[in-house]
């Protein structure tokens, strides 16, 4: 029945999809390819709509058959009553045993940060020093979120970071991202390697670079297209744990080689083992709002190596420096996100039970000092809880220390430093 109607909805609407196909046909390969995918948004969203209607009426229809067969003789009920009452008893004892499966958050940030910024050294309302576009975007602060974030709110803009990215084979992204209440086909993320004789600091290409990734966030889908000339698209897709509108959403893309694994709300969404042409040296990124008719607000991007030696640094180099623990600003509570760094730790404290550690707070010199010092403290004791109450490990085997401020790795002068100065330390006692 709704395969019917749904047919029937695409039927109402050829004429209009015959239109749009003559004029695709006058515009060039990847203009086509962009147009085409707006095209049948519109048509999908205009069927929905027909269907939806059709179905209600069907709905209405079988509300009524319903109530019909309700005025049946008090006989039929009652044999219909112990037919069900036999039925349910089947029922229960066929699911007594419920189908489970269970999976590993296996997303663990390495010890060296290649990139971050947090929009700190943009005055409000200013565009970001660091970023071209062929729109408009401005720095704005939300009264839902602490810090600064770029609103990238211009029409069918796009939004490139200027510098050059030495990106690894394997290595991390992570972002915070409120969708506006618009938000309806999202915003795309672009990791790509640039042209070396054709380099541009804003490239608005459909496809920019020799090759690349697209990420679509979507607020009901994610779809991932690995992308290189004269091939054809590595898709992929999910509907898990989709971004939320107007709320902050952390999303994690963890790339190794050719593989792409997406995280969100302390989940792993999608897991492609081959969504990257081989041999593609990724060197820079950016937004695109191209069609999308969304204006997302976006903030704390990071990139880091991924998945350090835990072991190796811990036992046998006896001081473990990691970036994947981390706090709200000016808050000690522990992040969901820092789940699979935690528990690397704890499995190696597991595996080695005579060793005693040490944690050490550190963060960067913003604010007052002693404050510092103080939040510093309260972040190493949170680290402390997380590993006794989660993950099992002796609280006598665990001593906490606050450093604050006083032993930066970087100076204090960018955003990028302040963040490698922000960090939590196991030292092996």
Request: net charge negative.
């Amino acid at each position: 029945m709704k395969k019917v109607l749904i047919l029937l909805g695409f039927c109402l609407l050829f004429n209009t999809q015959a239109d749009a196909q003559k004029w695709l046909n006058k515009l060039g390969n990847a203009a086509k390819d962009a147009a085409k995918n707006a095209v049948e948004r519109r048509v999908e969203q205009k069927a929905e709509e027909v269907t939806e209607k059709a179905m209600d009426k069907a709905e209405e229809s079988v509300t009524k058959e319903d109530k019909n067969k309700k005025s049946a003789s008090n006989e039929e009920e009652e044999e219909g009553a112990i037919v069900t009452e036999e039925k349910g008893e089947n029922m229960a004892a066929n699911t007594s045993q419920k189908l489970t499966g269970t999976s590993q958050y296996d997303f663990v940030p390495g010890d060296q940060i290649l990139f971050y910024d947090d929009f700190s050294q943009d005055a409000i309302g200013d565009f970001p020093a660091l970023w071209a576009t062929n729109g408009s975007g401005e720095v704005k602060s939300v009264n839902i979120a602490p810090g600064k974030w770029f609103h990238m709110n211009g029409e069918d803009a796009v939004y490139c970071y200027t510098r050059e990215i030495d990106f690894p084979d394997n290595f991390i992204v992570e972002f915070d991202i409120i969708p506006d209440e618009k938000y309806q086909y999202g915003i795309q993320f672009t990791l790509y390697q640039e042209k070396t004789d054709e380099p541009k600091e804003m490239n608005d290409d459909l496809y920019p670079g020799e090759a690349g990734l697209h990420i679509d966030l979507g607020y009901d889908r994610w779809d991932t297209k690995g992308y290189k000339e004269t091939e054809d698209w590595l898709t992929g897709q999910a509907t898990k744990n989709t971004v939320i509108r107007e709320k902050e959403n952390h999303v994690i893309l963890w790339v190794q080689k050719r593989r792409v694994r997406i995280y969100h709300q302390n989940a792993k969404v999608l897991d492609m083992p081959t969504n990257i042409y081989p041999n593609v040296k990724f060197n820079r990124m950016r937004f695109s709002g191209w069609d999308r008719y969304s204006a997302p607000y976006v903030s704390n991007l990071k990139i880091t190596t991924a998945s350090p030696d835990t072991r190796s640094k811990l036992i046998t180099e006896g001081k473990l420096v990691t970036y994947g623990i981390t706090f709200d600003v000016n808050k000690a509570d522990v992040k969901p996100e820092s789940f699979g760094t935690l528990k690397s730790i704890a499995d190696v404290l597991k595996e080695n039970g005579p060793v005693r550690v040490k944690i050490i707070g550190h963060t960067d010199s913003d604010g007052d000092d002693a404050k510092n010092l103080e939040l510093s403290q309260r972040r190493a004791q949170s680290v402390k809880n997380e590993l006794v109450s989660k993950f099992g490990i002796d609280a006598s085997r665990i001593e906490t220390e606050g450093a604050g401020e006083t032993t930066p790795v970087a100076p204090n002068d960018t955003p990028a430093n302040k963040a490698l100065n922000r960090r939590v330390e196991f030292v092996k006692q």
